[in-house]
């Protein structure tokens, strides 16, 4: 038997986009005021965030609100999915904007799976309730780089604690391309490698509750 609710709901952004929002609320004591706004894999590649279900749940059974939706052009979503992602990084904001307003938080952690870490890394610092970013499995390899490398700048500079959570043998990006890129980053970062695990077996369910251990290790140390 889950330990938690679900809300169903639909954000409105300026530009008029619907992004159907799924909300896991603890049934018993919420822990404390932080929400984690879950922000799913590429679009282009069927994305969505059903794909998130297991480790919003998993938190919400810990004690956590955690917010997952579909962005533009997926699902019940309106709008269109853009190639490189940045029509999608107002999508972050405006959830989060929603979250702030409607959940009461002033403490909003950003997760990003996939594609979506540099989605959700481009709107860590647009959003001043956020307070931390976790990514698991960001794209940083020279082809991924093509379509994501010009969000890059944005997480790699923010002062905003950061967990960049990787397989050791992900088919986007190697642990060397990882630590290059977090050697010039701001702020304070951790990594988490998982030793022999590729990029979509990180993403499928039977890490999500690693993902959430994780998580809540990382809320825990600031």
């Excluded at 889950?2 to 809300?7: A, D, G, V």
């Excluded at 956590?64 to 533009?72: C, I, L, P």
């Excluded at 500079?157 to 992900?170: A, E």
């Excluded at 977090?182 to 890490?207: D, Q």
Aim: with cysteine.
């Amino acid at each position: 038997m889950s330990n938690y609710t679900l809300e169903s709901c639909t954000v409105e952004t300026p530009d008029g986009v619907h992004l159907r929002t799924r909300v896991f609320k603890p049934k018993e004591e919420i822990k404390d005021n932080t929400v984690i706004v879950l922000v799913h894999p590429y679009s282009i590649l069927g994305g969505c965030q059903a794909l998130l279900k297991g480790i919003a749940s998993g938190l919400a059974d810990r004690g956590y609100r955690a917010v997952t939706f579909d962005m533009r052009g997926v699902g019940r979503s309106t709008g269109r999915a853009s190639l490189t992602g940045f029509a999608e990084v107002k999508d972050v904001i405006d959830v989060c904007n929603w979250v702030s307003q409607n959940l009461t938080s002033d403490k909003i952690l950003l997760v990003g799976s996939s594609a979506g870490a540099p989605i959700a890394g481009s709107a860590v610092d647009q959003v001043k309730q956020v307070v931390g970013y976790v990514s698991l499995g960001y794209p940083f390899g020279m082809m991924a780089s093509i379509l994501f490398g010009r969000h890059h700048k944005a997480i790699l500079q923010s002062s905003k604690p950061k967990l960049f959570v990787m397989g050791t043998r992900d088919g986007f990006t190697s642990v060397k391309q990882l630590k290059n890129k977090l050697n010039s980053a701001a702020g304070h970062n951790e990594t988490h490698l998982i030793e022999g695990v590729s990029h979509f077996e990180m993403e499928g369910p039977a890490y999500d509750a690693r993902m959430v251990n994780l998580i809540l290790e990382f809320i825990a140390s600031f």
